[in-house]
């Protein structure tokens, strides 16, 4: 499967964007995460979501402020991260990825087979 985040941009602080993921085919089964890396720095957990969309993590850095969520429909192929109240710090290249196989720690880079494209996110201050 290919995966293509998209929706970032250049936001002041307070204000809010909404990622998404767009996948080549249907991801109905599988678990789908967004990480974020800044230059720099090491690829960071962001959110989570289970394939059934009813269990849902998130990073302590965005408890509260972002909110994973993914389509109801037959196909299944998009993955959304709504993110408010945008701080500097949130500043990174976000990456959505897929583990078709139900497997490892959530938040853990490792989990995920299938990556996309990041889309960068850039908040003023």
């Known amino acids: 499967v290919q995966l293509q985040a998209s929706g970032g941009g250049l936001v002041q602080a307070g204000g809010s964007l909404r990622l998404s993921c767009f996948a080549s085919e249907s991801t109905g089964r599988y678990d789908m995460g967004w990480f974020r890396q800044a230059p720099g720095k090491e690829r960071e957990f962001v959110a989570a979501?289970?394939?059934?969309?009813?269990?849902?993590?998130?990073g302590d850095s965005v408890k509260g402020r972002f909110t994973i969520s993914r389509d109801g429909a037959d196909i299944k192929n998009m993955v959304y991260l709504q993110m408010n109240s945008l701080k500097p710090e949130d500043t990174a290249t976000y990456y959505c990825?897929?583990?078709?196989?139900?497997?490892?720690?959530?938040?853990?880079?490792?989990?995920?087979?299938?990556w996309g494209r990041g889309t960068l996110v850039t908040v003023s201050s």
């Open positions: 979501v289970n394939w059934v969309g009813r269990t849902k993590y998130y």
């Open positions: 990825a897929a583990d078709p196989y139900f497997r490892g720690s959530w938040y853990s880079s490792n989990k995920y087979d299938y």
